[in-house]
């Protein structure tokens, strides 16, 4: 009732679209489920935590977000009389809620995981762990409060929306100390990952204001199918590609601290059952 997208009747193609791209979504973060389990082994142990959170962003992005698909199909059904699809006579009605679960889920297990791959001091690190937590919740609460609003009352729509931008710019600044600092203490080609993950962060992290406020750009029946593209491609690069991005930094920093790529048990004949410490790489490994 609330969204702007049940402001509207859709074509044939413009519901499908979005059926399309909200399919899209969830199926990549199940590829990527996989992607991330199975690499984690590329990575010297110490590193492992980021492989892990990216696994635990995924489970949760790939529940909410086949739930957000199931809101859109049934929140409209098609109208052989019109030829559009049309509120549904069930009385389900479309949200972008689940999206915002999603991310208060996941903004805190992204901005976290970064901790992992980076040099940090323990004590700075704790600050960190605790401000990312508290700006990046705060920043989905209060935008989730904010788009309740969205069509019935524009002032507090942008209320919250601003509040949350104060978030937002709290969260962006520390990523940019982070990522800055950790830089000096990498290997030339980690910190040139480091730098793209800087770009890709903030590119695709100002797409999700920008569909917020999409009703204010175009409150049609386009603006409905662009707000679903935008958020799907936010998805796919703010968690996947990052996820990746971070796990090859790490992979970098692996290998130059002496780390040597173990393959999964299932995909070697040698016995990787063995202890995963970096001392261990030197001895001759067991066959079976
Ligand atoms: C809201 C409300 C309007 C103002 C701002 C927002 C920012 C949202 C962001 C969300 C990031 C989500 C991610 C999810 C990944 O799983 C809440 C739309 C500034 C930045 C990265």
Redo the contacts with the bound molecule.
């Keep these: 009732m609330l969204n702007f997208e049940n402001q509207f009747v859709y074509s044939p193609m413009a519901y499908e679209m979005v059926a399309h791209v909200l399919t899209l979504g969830y199926a990549v973060m199940l590829a990527a489920l996989v992607y991330f389990i199975l690499t984690i082994r590329s990575v010297a142990p110490r590193y492992r935590i980021s492989s892990v959170l990216s696994v635990v962003?995924m489970v949760s992005?790939f529940l909410l977000l086949y739930a957000q698909k199931a809101s859109w199909t049934d929140a409209f059904t098609f109208n052989a009389a019109t030829g559009m699809y049309e509120a549904s006579a069930s009385g389900d009605r479309f949200s972008n809620g689940f999206r915002?679960l999603?991310?208060l889920i996941?903004?805190p297990m992204?901005l976290i995981q970064i901790l992992f791959v980076v040099e940090i001091a323990r004590q700075r690190r704790n600050s960190l762990l605790f401000w990312f937590s508290l700006s990046g919740s705060m920043?989905?609460v209060?935008?989730?409060i904010?788009?309740f609003y969205e069509t019935t009352n524009v002032m507090a729509w942008l209320v919250w929306?601003a509040i949350?931008?104060v978030f937002?710019a709290h969260?962006l600044y520390l990523m940019h100390r982070v990522i800055n600092d950790g830089k000096r203490e990498l290997p030339a080609a980690a910190a040139r990952v480091m730098s793209a993950i800087w770009w890709l962060f903030l590119v695709?992290?100002?797409l999700?204001?920008g569909?917020?406020l999409m009703p204010l750009f175009l409150n049609n029946e386009a603006g409905v199918v662009g707000r679903q593209m935008t958020y799907t491609v936010?998805?796919i690069t703010?968690?996947v590609i990052y996820g990746v991005l971070l796990s090859y930094a790490a992979m970098i920093r692996s290998r130059t601290e002496g780390y040597k790529e173990e393959m999964l048990p299932v995909f070697s004949n040698k016995n990787n059952g063995a202890d995963d410490r970096v001392e261990r790489q030197s001895e001759p490994m067991m066959v079976n």
């Design positions: 962003v992005a915002y999603n991310w996941d903004v992204l920043m989905i209060t935008g989730y904010g788009q929306g949350s931008t937002f969260v695709s992290w100002m999700y204001p569909a917020y936010a998805d703010s968690k």
